[in-house]
C-alpha cells in the first residue's frame, strides 16, 4: 500500500527546464545553477527532467526558497 506522496509522486508530471523555469518565475540560468549545487533532477531519455516535490524542499534546505505566508492568509514577520 503506497502513501500518500507515494501517490502523489507516481501522479506528479515531470517538468523540463523550461516548465521548472515557468513554475518558480525564474531564468534557465539560475536553474543550472542550483544543477551544478546539487539540485535534484533525472535525465530521462536524454533531457534533463524535476519534479517540483522533490526540488521545492531542496531549494528551501538551501536558503533559495522561503515560505512568508503563515498558511492562513495572513503574513509571519521575518526574524532576526
Given at each position: 500500500?503506497l ?35 546539487g ?42
Amino acid at each position: 500500500m503506497l502513501d500518500a506522496r507515494e501517490e502523489f509522486v507516481k501522479l506528479e508530471p515531470w517538468l523540463d527546464k523550461a516548465g521548472l523555469c515557468a513554475y518558480l518565475a525564474c531564468s534557465e540560468k539560475w536553474i543550472e545553477l542550483r544543477m551544478t549545487e546539487g539540485m535534484p533532477h533525472a535525465r530521462i531519455a536524454g533531457r534533463i527532467k524535476f519534479r517540483v516535490s522533490e526540488v521545492e524542499p531542496w531549494l528551501e534546505a538551501r536558503g533559495h526558497l522561503e515560505r512568508i505566508g503563515d498558511g492562513r492568509g495572513g503574513f509571519r514577520r521575518p526574524g532576526p
